[in-house]
Every structure is written in C-alpha cells, then in structure tokens.
C-alpha cells in the first residue's frame, strides 16, 4: 500500500544557539532526533504512511517520510501472522559555522532508510473467529546517512566528531520489540467491516556506525484503524464497484512525541475498491482512496493506491 501525503505546518528548520567557533543545534542530540524520525518509518503506521513538511521560511521541504507496507493471516485454521514494512525519510537540517569573522549556513542531507518485520499469531475471542487478539514480535534495521558538503574553509580548521558526522557520518541502527493487537473482521456480505486497535514498542539502538555519535530512541505507539467496504450498485470489470471509507488515528508515545510539533494524526479516507478477479489472478482488488490528514498545526491531502492479495 502507498499513500502520497502532504503537510503543512508552521517553521521546520534547525535552531541556531550561539557558540565560539560552531553554532547550531548539538549534533549529538540531532542525531538522536535523526533516528527518532526514523522510528516512524520501522512501525507501520497508516496515518504517517507518507510525510512531507515545508520550511516555512524558505517553502522548501525540510522533510520527506515514506512507507510501504502490509500484513495477512495465513489462514484461519493456521493463525500465523506475517508482517513487513519498508520506509525512509529525508530531513534537511541546518547548521551555522564560523570562523570567527564570517558565518556560513552548513546545508545537510540525511537520509534514513528502514525495514521492519514482525510475526504474529491470532488467537481467537469468539466462535465466529472473526474477533482475535494478536501478538506480534516486530524487528527493525535501519541506517541514517548524512552526505552534506561542508564549507572547504571550515574543514580545514575543525574536524572534531561533530563536522565529521555531518560530513560523512552514519547511524547504523537495529530494533527490537513488538506490538499488540485487538481486531475485529465482522463479514456481513456484502458488505465488509475492519477494526483494528494497535500498540507498538520498538527500541532503536545504533550499532557499528561512526564514532563520532552513537544514538538511540523509542518507536512507540498506538493506532486505530477502521475500514467500512459496500457496494456502489455500479460495475467495473464485470464485478461489483464498492466505496471505502477509512479511519485511522495514531498516538505517538515513545521518541516521535512532539519532534516534529505534533503527538497526535488522524486522517479520513474515502475512496472505490475494484474487484480484478475476471480480469487478472496477480491480486483480488485494486483500491483507490483520497485522505484528509490533520494534527496539531498541520493538516493534509493524500491520494493513496493499495493492492489485496
């Protein structure tokens, strides 16, 4: 599933404390947020499936999330659980340098890149088997590249830890965890109901990376999701068209809280599902749904495409 969403918020840029010879946030600490960011890529996560934040200051981005993912039961008489997500994200932070006479702004690039998977088993809490709590052992790695370009005129006078990560350093990061699940399928055809009440907690931590900065952060959330499927009356491709309406609402606990101005988003979806099983054998339905998406001081459209198996 793919999901292209935008949002717009107030200022995203660095903020510049001064200093003798370098100003600009801790580069340490930074990197700490760095890989805070990419904890919203190791957890699947439809509200932040895709993010883009604008510099207020200059309306350039400042930051682009993406993720694809999904997950499936294998079947009702064997419960097990697969998941896997696959993300990445790139944040423009700015530093300040000096030589003591001149200021120059340092522009960086890092890029954080992240999959994750995670195997469950459902265990039913009906007869119906269609209300089941779900376990779920998540693992995550990722890395965290920086490529900027320094100013010549700087690395030739400081090369302490904090220029060499921003040049050319890199977080490798592994995680942890799990998540627990209550869902709910009630199939009423033709019409189809999915809930889904979802906690997450994955712990991040780098490893074999640069020596200049070590980092490490706390993917943890909750999220509901609600998906209501009915028929149109129409066809497309000699089977039934049917409309979607979505919800999702997700909760940021762990080290996302508030890095990014927000703690909460919610985004409301509605859309068509085409039902390809005369035409093709490669999936069952193609779904196309357009989102509202909106959090503290930042709200969003999206149009996003998924596939059923």
């Known amino acids: 599933m793919f999901v292209a969403q935008w949002l717009v ?3 995203v840029a660095a903020q510049v404390p001064a200093a003798p010879t370098f100003t600009g946030p801790d580069v340490q600490r930074r990197a700490n947020a760095v890989l ?4 919203f890529t190791v957890t699947p996560d439809l509200s932040a499936s895709t993010l883009g934040i604008r510099n207020g200051a200059t309306d350039n981005p400042s930051l682009n999330m993406t993720q694809f993912g999904g997950g499936f ?5 064997f419960p097990l659980y697969l998941e896997g997500a696959l993300g990445g994200s790139r944040y423009d932070p700015t530093f300040i340098a000096t030589d003591g006479q001149v200021s120059r702004a ?3 690039r890092w890029t954080n890149v992240a999959a994750t998977g995670g195997i469950g088993w459902d265990f039913p809490l009906n007869q119906k088997r269609d209300l089941v709590i779900r376990p779920i052992f998540n693992f995550s790695l990722g890395e965290v590249l920086s490529d900027a370009s320094a100013a010549q005129f700087l690395l030739n006078r400081k090369t302490d830890s904090n220029i060499d990560f921003i040049r050319n350093g890199s977080l490798s990061a592994y995680g942890l965890g799990g998540s627990l699940m209550l869902a709910w399928y009630p199939r009423m055809e033709p019409y189809e109901f999915d809930l889904e009440l979802r906690y997450t907690d994955i712990y991040l931590q780098s490893f074999g990376s640069s020596s200049a900065v070590r ?6 959330s909750t999220n509901l999701y609600a998906r209501w499927r009915a028929p149109t009356g129409l066809l ?3 089977r039934p068209l049917r409309y979607v309406l979505e919800l999702s609402h997700s909760t940021y606990l762990g080290s996302q809280a508030d890095i990014l101005g927000f703690n909460q988003l919610t985004s409301l979806g509605v859309g068509l599902e ?10 069952s339905r193609l779904r196309f749904v357009g989102r509202y998406a909106f959090g503290r001081n930042v709200t969003g459209i999206s149009l996003g495409i998924a596939l059923s198996f």
Do not use: Q
């Not at 805070?36 to 904890?39: C, F, I, Q, V």
């Not at 039961?73 to 008489?77: C, D, F, G, I």
């Not at 085409?274 to 035409?279: C, E, K, R, S």
């Open 9 to 11: 918020a107030g200022t």
């Open 36 to 39: 805070a960011l990419l904890s």
């Open 73 to 77: 039961t294998m079947s009702p008489n």
């Open 106 to 108: 340092l522009p960086t």
């Open 215 to 220: 980092g490490s952060a706390n993917a943890e």
């Open 236 to 238: 497309a491709l000699h």
């Open 274 to 283: 085409i039902d390809t099983g005369a035409v093709t054998k490669l999936f």
